[in-house]
């Protein structure tokens, strides 16, 4: 059984940084895109960024693009994202996915495996 496990989130303030990390079990990575998802309150879940199996592209929602920064080590099994200069509009449940994606890399369909999530908080 594949489980996907979310680490890193908490609490920083506006324009600050902070990594998560999300190691996945059960199952090598290393055939899976993965995708990170965040979703606030009150919204629905939205496409964060996302890399392919091999590691060859990556994918940013325009609202993170040149601030977040994803990346895979299949090695470990481990895919990170780097948040830097994060506003209050980050805070939300930040939520790893994995899936065999075979056309949209932004659609949550596409990922069959998710973990429970990690809070990320950003004070003003």
């Known amino acids: 059984q594949v489980q996907l496990v979310e680490s890193g989130g908490g609490l920083v303030e506006a324009g600050g940084s902070m990594n998560l990390s999300c190691v996945v079990s059960?199952?090598?990575?290393?055939?899976?895109?993965m995708g990170w998802f965040r979703q606030a309150p009150g919204k629905d879940r939205e496409f964060v960024s996302a890399?392919?199996?091999?590691?060859?592209?990556?994918y940013y929602s325009d609202s993170v693009k040149g601030r977040f920064t994803i990346s895979r080590a299949n090695t470990r099994n481990t895919v990170l994202l780097r948040m830097n200069s994060l506003q209050p509009e980050d805070t939300a449940v930040y939520y790893c996915?994995?899936?065999?994606?075979?056309?949209?890399?932004?659609?949550?369909?596409?990922?069959?495996?998710w973990g429970q999530g990690t809070q990320v908080t950003v004070s003003s």
């Open positions: 059960g199952r090598t990575m290393s055939s899976y895109a």
């Open positions: 890399v392919s199996w091999n590691g060859d592209s990556a």
């Open positions: 996915a994995a899936g065999r994606v075979f056309s949209d890399h932004t659609a949550p369909h596409e990922y069959m495996h």
